[in-house]
DNA sequence: CAGTATCCAGTCGGATACTG
DNA sequence: CAGTATCCGACTGGATACTG
């Protein structure tokens, strides 16, 4: 007789609707570009403004304010400002958000894996479609 | 008045980087919310399209049909179409599709684990600010 | 240096209607 | 049932200019 082939599929067993909504909500909130790249180069430390700036290369000052607020908001992020002049502000991870490394690193390993796969699936499909 | 900065640069400052960026840009496209939502359901099994929009509530047709199309083009999900009347066809994660569950619950599971600490940091934060 | 405010072009995505 | 096409309001994010 034929075997049943066991698929290796990892599964999400019962309150798979309930992991979803959580994840859903939290990629909104942590899954965006610049939250990646902010949490990425302060894990090597806390940073300045625009040492920031110049390690995440491309983000405009608007979009690294206003995705640094976000971050402090949720307590990943804290924002430590010098009464100096010129003025001296410092970020640095809080511990939930060094817990949130982690994760990403799978995630960021994954990628590092598939995206050749992903890339000549692409191609594959441009090729087929045009 | 002469200052010359020595910035402590930590080792690996390039794969580093090259880890932010493949990040960046596979979370650019698995990152969104309805992608996480059909691997998600599609990680229990094959589905046909409407029993997709139902099992994920609040998507529009016209957003789950670009969500496959998508993902179907990264060559993660797979689309099986029967010349039935009516119509049938089945979407079901490819083998690159299902590996992507494990990082996906990883962050799933930080999700789970820190949204009440983040609900609280917000709500906190909103207390000083307002 | 760090941050805020304003403008506005481009994109996203829902609603709707129509086809095989 | 599955998919396509069109419209259009809402939101996004970059550029720019100004403040402490």
Redesign the pocket.
Known sequence: MKTTVTVPIPELPESDHHNCRALGQILDRVG???TVMVVGVLSRGPL????M?REIG??????L??T??SLERDGLVT?T?YATI?????YALTDAGSSLIEPLRALSNWAIEYRPVIDQARAEYDMRVI
């Open positions: 965006d570009k610049w300045r403004f625009n040492q700036m491309g983000v405009s000052h608007r979009m304010t206003l640094l607020r924002r400002a010129p003025p001296k502000v410092e």
